[in-house]
């Protein structure tokens, strides 16, 4: 088949963990043409979607895929089998174009996770429909209603909810410790935030568990580095491939029928102490430390889009 990768741009992206050069490299593998494109190189013209595409080919070693010789070409999207949005957060107006402009030519080639979905999913608001599996948790950008939550929790992080890789993620107190952040992160009470009980459990770690169409294929236990609560490896954790357990899977269970009707085909859960903190469903990463000799997840994710290609 012919795939389409549309993320960041390549110089930005490290084969030693990127999920989009991992699948890229799997395709390859199973011998298809593989292209890259970005959000700017997307052009609508006479109805027609099109975007300059570089041609992809097998690395060397462990470099990851690389680009096939110097030059881009332009495709018609709707001529190629397969468009994967990859794109990085945050979900910007830039990102709700990209979408729009990927829904001309929906019912013409696979999108995979449908445009759709990635509008409406916001990636800490989704969670919020399953709030028995989560934390205790409120979105508001009303002070007041911190100063409740933290009166029954005496410890909360406040995520924005346009916010990714743990930026702008920040420790609350019950004493007032973090009320400054609370102004700053909701623009004095112009926009909500997400405030989320503290869970000590992270301090065990937090699971990045990836979901192929609902099914948990793999998880990465990840430790926050010393003095740091917030276990994203952008900030200095430390990930360790483990099997995904009875939460992940039990949890995976009740996500599996929301993600299908929104075809969020693959996803990162984040599970803290058995309990859902976030779905994430852009550009969701964690793949690369999870192949091996033995186990291969991105020929897993791979073929699934190969039987959906053929499904089309």
Do not use: Y
């Not at 759709?116 to 399953?130: C, I, P, V």
């Amino acid at each position: 088949m012919e795939m389409v990768v549309l993320a960041d741009p390549l110089e930005g992206l490290d084969p030693g963990s990127d999920t989009s050069l991992c699948l890229m490299g799997a395709a390859l593998e199973r011998g298809h043409r593989v292209f890259h494109t970005t959000p700017g190189a997307l052009t609508l013209a006479d109805g027609r979607l099109a975007a300059a595409v570089t041609p992809m080919r097998p690395g060397r070693g462990r470099s990851g895929p690389e680009p096939e010789g110097h030059e881009d070409l332009v495709r018609d999207l709707a001529s190629v089998d397969l468009v994967m949005l990859r794109a990085d957060p945050p979900v910007d107006a830039a990102f709700v174009a990209m979408t729009l402009l990927c829904e001309t030519v929906r019912g013409r080639t696979v999108l995979v996770n449908d445009p759709r979905g990635l509008r409406e999913a916001n990636e800490k608001l989704l969670a919020t429909r399953f709030p028995d599996l989560m934390p205790a948790t409120v979105v508001t950008g009303r002070w007041s209603v911190c100063e409740e939550f933290l009166a029954e929790h005496p410890e909360a992080v406040i995520k924005p909810l346009d916010g990714h890789g743990g930026r702008d993620v920040v420790r609350l107190h019950r004493d007032g410790r973090g009320a400054e952040a609370f102004g700053r992160l909701t623009g004095h009470g112009r926009r909500p935030v997400m405030v989320q009980e503290f869970l000590d459990a992270v301090r065990d770690g937090d699971r990045r568990v990836l979901l192929l169409d609902g099914e948990p294929i793999g998880a990465l236990l990840r430790l926050p580095a010393p003095g740091e609560f917030r276990a994203n490896l952008a900030l200095g954790a430390t990930g360790h491939v483990v099997e995904p357990d009875a939460d992940d899977r039990r949890i995976a269970a009740r996500l599996a029928p929301e993600l299908r009707a929104r075809g969020l085909v693959l996803v990162g859960i984040d599970v803290i102490g058995g309990r859902l903190t976030e779905v994430n469903v852009t550009s969701p990463t964690g793949l690369v430390p999870m192949v091996g000799p033995s186990r291969r997840p991105d020929h897993e994710i791979v073929a699934w889009l190969e039987r959906r290609v053929a499904e089309s």
